[in-house]
């Protein structure tokens, strides 16, 4: 069982192994070393390693092809693993975090408690490849909640050494990597454990060890507010405790109270039962991963802090629970958002947008210069995709290429659809402003995006991502575990690597 921390928070000891460079491999204190090489593999790729015949042995054995893993053990007294990984020239983000993700699974079945990291070729090659197997380290290394009793003389991997790291932003790939490891532990706790409380000391020990601000708007708050709509969803809960977080980052010289350059959004369903529109068993089984949007957008919003990133960003987090019960809310109940929008409920398993559309409005009334939210929405997302990418929309065709690129240089893919106003009319009501969602299902990701749409201020720049991809059986890439903590990659490539908040900024 992973270790709670001191703070008495539902928070793990470690995010991440310790990392330290060096510009040598010294075998003997790792317990395995892994080399991604070109493919095919150049004359001398092997000549700077360790016992560099053994290598070349390995390469030797057999025709190698772009992907492929090969292992073997160095003759020292520690008996290292030696573990080689082949690489496409014109190889991919996503390929490479996926080659260092089988790379890892080799390594880890022997429980490393140090492992060497090196990468041959050009240096701009060799850097995105050791980036790569770094990502793959960490996401291995990192254990999800587990509550077995431990394995005797099982070790974690506690050391990763990088072999000429030179040119490599170390400080940012772990950065990233504790991040994606944060959304991963919240979304896999058991919801006894992180329940509304619980996720708010969470939220309130992880905001103080990072010096955000916090405000928590409860129920009551949220009533003054008119926030009706994420109050239905509440309203199934046997215990009190839903509410919206909201916290905030500010760079130093830059007030508190300064207009956020951009807002992170997060859906925070605890679990969803589906209400009154109950869940079958197997759609219900692992719906306590339904709040994976607010672990992205908040462990995001940490990754920023920790990064000292030259921007304001505010984290808005809608957590609550979708129950049935005496007080839960109906299919054809109408309530009033915050932003005075009167919603027809047809089908109460429909509860992200519902939450989504008071947090968005009440956020858009800060005027971010940007606002992103992320949110395990609809199974036709998956549908339609899969759960190897997840889908992203916006309200401004320049963003399109930009989220495109973000998914594309962060390996964590994504595909725009359509924003189309003339899907408007398959949510038109009869007695009120806009229906909850269509009675039919197809398109229901445009459907809900055009939904949410009319929550966001349209001055605002908005992006949806669609988090088909939070889970996926087997891993994704560089994480072998079913939770995959995708979204914070992309977020902080899309925000710090490409800046586009700058560049929207510049259009104007």
Sequence with gaps: MAHQTHRGALLPDSLAPSVVTATRANTAQLDALLVIVPHPAPARAFDHLPESARWRALDKRAPARAGAVRSTSLSNQRQTLAVLGYLAADASEFERLSLAGRMLKETMARCPESIGLAAAGPAAAA???????????????????????????????????????????????????????????????????????????TITALAREHGLSMRWLDTRALRRLGANAFLAVAAGNDESGAGIAHLKYRPARRKGGARPDVTLVGKGILFDTGGINLKTHRSMLDMHTDMAGSAVALATLIALAELRAPLAADAWLAITE??????????????????????????????????????????????????????????????????????????????AGELMDAGRLSGERVWNFPFEPDYDADLESKVADIVQCAVEGKGDHIHATRFLARFVPPHTPWAHVDLSSATRAGGLAHVGTDITGFGVRFALQLLLRQKVFAKLQADK
């Design 322 to 399: 979708n129950r049935i019960g005496p007080h839960a809310y109906r299919p054809q109940d109408v309530v009033r958002a915050s932003n005075g929008v009167t919603i027809q409920v047809i089908h109460t398993d429909a509860e992200g947008r519902m939450v989504l559309a008071d947090t968005l409005a009440l956020a858009g009334r800060t005027q971010p210069r940007l606002m992103i939210d992320f949110a395990t929405l609809t199974g036709a997302c998956v549908y339609s995709l899969t759960e190897r990418m997840s889908g992203v929309f916006t309200n401004r065709p320049q963003l």
């Design 127 to 201: 850097r995105t490849a050791l980036d790569a197997l770094l990502a793959g380290a960490c996401a291995h290394a990192f254990a999800l909640p587990n509550y077995r009793a431990p394995v005797r003389g099982q070790q974690p991997l506690r050391r990763v050494v990088l072999m000429d790291a030179a040119g490599l932003d170390v400080r940012y790939a772990t950065a990233a990597a504790r991040g994606t490891n944060l959304a991963r532990w919240l979304t896999a706790l058991p919801p006894n454990m992180l329940d509304a409380a619980g996720y708010r000391r």
